[in-house]
């Protein structure tokens, strides 16, 4: 069985759930129900930048960006025939969902790829309630860049009081002066460095808009970061965000320090806003990423007449808690090394790229930049830096050795940061994404209860592209 949850648990919960817009289609009797979704993955056009620019080709499922939402209640099961009308093969991630091993999504490692007119179909029980997304895992600097992506939520059982429950898809996108994406994805400099960094940034695939609230109203605010390469710095200008969730994994809410909630690509934060301010008020949502150039992502817009009630909400706002197993330090767990080396400016001399070890240059004739653990990925298949027995825990040393930033990601686990030297606000929470900052050393780590192979990678799709990515096994 697996870990996450019993079967009866999880009848029990499908039989309670069977009331609403639920597609009811009877297995063998049981009571037991699934949600569908169809994902179509193709080109469109959508209307990123406000006119008079014309609308962005895209690459997006079901003709929009972000694509649909997916949206089920913990216990429920899900599935989601993705069919694939691009011309190249594709595949979708399901980003921090802790599945089993075969709908992970990754085409050559965990499934073959969805050729051209064929579909794959995706079924699983997601185990934990939280904010998460999904995207193409496939050519995703390209896939993911030109608009493969969505959310994916999973509410919990007993959610927090609250008036209204969005989710923000922050994006950003490199666009020419007709509004369409540069076809400039091989650039060595975005290989190299900081990666491909946009110049139009969207919420929600539109241009910056407003928010219209109630004064007193509570909002819960999903937002996940989907940028090939940037990381957010969200800055509410006079409201007070509390946090209480990052990678869909609750925490105890905290205000985050600096002022601002920083997300890197992959990153979730689940904020609750109070609306404090007064009927007829506008305040600025702005990235401030990039201090010298503030991005404005929305404008949070009071409405005239009578607040929603007089004082704030006092109800908790404390997320119940999903089975995450605690590691635990204290027997013998597998330790690992894992420098992330490589980049402009960087040191890597050499590193093992299909089938063999290979100096500088011949890894940069190959397109490859990086190195995790001495291996350049090819093709999302390599031999695994780490092999694991299950139910072990696992940590994780990473050890940045280049002067650029990375945002590394684990695939079938959430891990806990054990030690972060800029970011100490990080240790002890979980999470599937951890920002590292140049030449930075961070400790995380997990119990390795998923049985399979799992990718481990830069979420800087470019980096990911140019060899940053690598396997773990757990046996
Ligand atoms: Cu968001 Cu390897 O994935
Ligand atoms: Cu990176």
């Known amino acids: 069985m697996r870990l996450f949850q019993t079967r009866r648990q999880f009848l029990q919960l499908g039989a309670a759930a069977t009331v609403g817009s639920l597609l009811p289609l009877s297995r063998a009797g049981a009571a037991e129900t699934v949600r569908e979704y169809k994902l179509v993955a193709a080109k469109s056009k959508v209307q990123l930048a406000n006119p008079p620019f014309p609308a962005t080709g895209l690459w997006c499922f079901n003709g929009q960006t972000p694509g649909p939402q997916i949206r089920l209640r913990l216990g429920e099961r899900v599935r989601i025939v993705a069919e694939n009308q691009l011309d190249e093969i594709t595949s979708v991630h399901w980003h921090g969902l802790r599945l089993e091993n075969e709908m992970d999504g990754i085409a050559f490692l965990t499934q073959p790829p969805i050729e051209k007119g064929e579909r794959f179909v995706y079924e699983f029980t997601p185990p934990d309630a939280g904010t998460f997304w999904y995207h193409s895992h496939e050519n995703a600097a390209v896939q993911q860049g030109r608009g493969l992506d969505g959310a994916f939520i999973v509410e919990e059982i007993e959610p927090p009081k609250v008036d209204r429950d969005l989710v923000w898809m922050l994006d950003d996108w490199r666009l020419d002066e007709n509004a369409q994406i540069t076809e400039d994805f091989d650039s060595i400099v975005d290989y190299s460095r900081a990666g491909r960094i946009g110049n139009t940034v969207t919420l929600n695939g539109r241009a910056a808009g407003e928010l219209r609230v109630r004064a007193g109203e509570r909002v819960r605010l999903r937002m996940v970061n989907t940028a090939n390469a940037r990381i957010f710095r969200v800055v509410f200008t006079f409201h007070k965000p509390r946090?209480?969730?990052?990678?869909?994994?609750?925490?105890?809410?905290?205000?985050?320090?600096?002022?601002?909630?920083?997300?890197?690509?992959?990153?979730?934060?689940?904020?609750?806003?109070?609306?404090?301010?007064?009927?007829?008020?506008?305040?600025?949502?702005?990235?401030?990423?990039?201090?010298?150039?503030?991005?404005?992502?929305?404008?949070?817009?009071?409405?005239?007449?009578?607040?929603?009630?007089?004082?704030p909400l006092d109800a908790s706002i404390r997320l119940p808690s999903n089975p995450v197993l605690p590691p635990d330090l204290t027997g013998e767990p597998f330790q690992k090394d894992v420098p992330l080396e490589g980049g402009d400016l960087g040191r890597l001399r050499s590193a093992y790229l299909e089938g063999q070890q290979r100096g500088v240059s011949e890894l940069l004739l190959n397109g490859k930049f990086w190195a995790v653990c001495g291996v350049s990925a090819f093709r999302q298949v390599m031999p695994p830096f780490a092999t694991v027995e299950r139910g072990r825990t696992c940590v994780?040393?990473?050890?940045?050795?280049?002067?650029?930033?990375?945002?590394?990601?684990?695939?079938?686990?959430?891990?806990?940061?054990?030690?972060?030297?800029?970011?100490?606000?990080?240790?002890?929470?979980?999470?599937?994404?951890?920002l590292l900052g140049p030449e930075e050393e961070v400790t995380i780590a997990f119990v390795a209860d998923n049985p399979g192979d799992w990718l481990f990678h830069c979420h800087m799709l470019s980096h990911a592209y140019a060899g940053m990515l690598a396997t773990f096994r757990v046996l």
Not at 291 to 300: R, T, W
Not at 400 to 418: A, C, D, E, L, Q
């Open 396 to 434: 994780f040393r990473l050890q940045n050795r280049s002067v650029w930033p990375h945002t590394m990601h684990t695939h079938g686990h959430t891990f806990k940061v054990i030690s972060h030297p800029t970011q100490a606000y990080q240790e002890g929470r979980y999470l599937d994404t951890v």
């Open 243 to 311: 946090i209480i969730a990052l990678d869909g994994q609750p925490t105890e809410p905290f205000v985050p320090p600096f002022g601002y909630v920083e997300l890197a690509p992959g990153q979730r934060a689940d904020v609750i806003l109070d609306m404090e301010g007064k009927p007829g008020e506008r305040f600025q949502v702005v990235d401030s990423a990039f201090l010298q150039n503030p991005y404005k992502l929305a404008e949070i817009v009071y409405e005239d007449g009578k607040p929603l009630r007089e004082s």
